[in-house]
């Protein structure tokens, strides 16, 4: 009987032992009262990363919209193909505005955007003409144009654009004779542009643009009304804002 009890002393104070050594093995002790700073103190580790706008950033990446105005003299033409006696010319005012998408390319954007003009009236002698009361007279000249644009930027502010676009275009044409003007119903017909120009980057939302462009509008035929056809060269001094409501949707 005292063997078994011997034994079984023995047997605990092994057991005892191996379970310290066990514990010196696994090092300090865990105190798990700290566990939720701990936690914390690992969260506020991203609190120090810049956070991205990813909306701004997919749209400078990919496409803006914007509105652009456009101020400059235009100056006109007006001819008959088959008459050359009807023709003359004056300088006009000219003013306009387009909306439209800019899509950012390698070294630029390419700009798709629906313009109006409007043309200051046009009253000019004929040329051909010895009577100094005679004169053509235009009024309500207007033109919408789908255009397309491509901006190549040559350094981080300044570059350059070329492009053109077709549309429609119209007046109303007179002519004066003896100090009396007889207007013709308000027509229009197919028209397109071409040109090319500036740009400097004034910020990241705003350009300033200058540039050169031709347009025509192809010969209106009216009855009881000689054939006429109008055509101006027009330099154009524009602003184009980027993204004009922006601020609107935060």
Not at 75 to 90: I, Q, R, Y
Request: charged share 20%.
């Amino acid at each position: 009987m005292r063997k078994l009890f011997l034994c079984g002393v023995i047997a605990a104070v092994v057991a005892s032992g191996a379970v310290v050594t066990r514990a010196v093995d696994l090092g300090s002790e865990i105190d798990l009262t700290t566990f939720g700073e701990a936690q914390a103190e690992r969260a506020s580790v991203w609190d120090d990363l810049p956070i991205q706008n990813v909306a701004r950033s997919m749209g400078s990446a990919g496409r803006r919209f914007y509105l652009s105005g456009m101020i400059g003299p235009s100056f006109a033409t007006v001819t008959n193909p088959g008459d050359a006696t009807f023709a003359s010319d004056d300088t006009l005012f000219a003013a306009g505005g387009a909306a439209g998408v800019a899509f950012d390319r390698r070294r630029g954007q390419l700009r798709l955007e629906l313009e109006g003009m409007g043309r200051d009236t046009y009253r000019a002698p004929f040329t051909a003409t010895t009577i100094p009361s005679e004169f053509t007279v235009l009024t309500n000249n207007w033109s919408v144009m789908t255009n397309l644009w491509r901006d190549v930027m040559l350094t981080d502010r300044f570059g350059i654009y070329g492009g053109g676009g077709i549309g429609a275009g119209g007046y109303i044409l007179g002519e004066t004779l003896d100090g009396i003007t007889h207007y013709s119903p308000p027509a229009g017909n197919f028209a397109w542009q071409f040109g090319g120009g500036l740009i400097w980057e004034v910020t990241e939302r705003l350009t300033f643009d200058v540039g050169y462009r031709y347009f025509h509008i192809d010969t209106i035929r009216q009855a009881n009304v000689a054939p006429n056809q109008f055509a101006a060269s027009e330099l154009m001094f524009g602003l184009r804002f980027y993204e004009p409501f922006r601020n609107w949707r935060r």
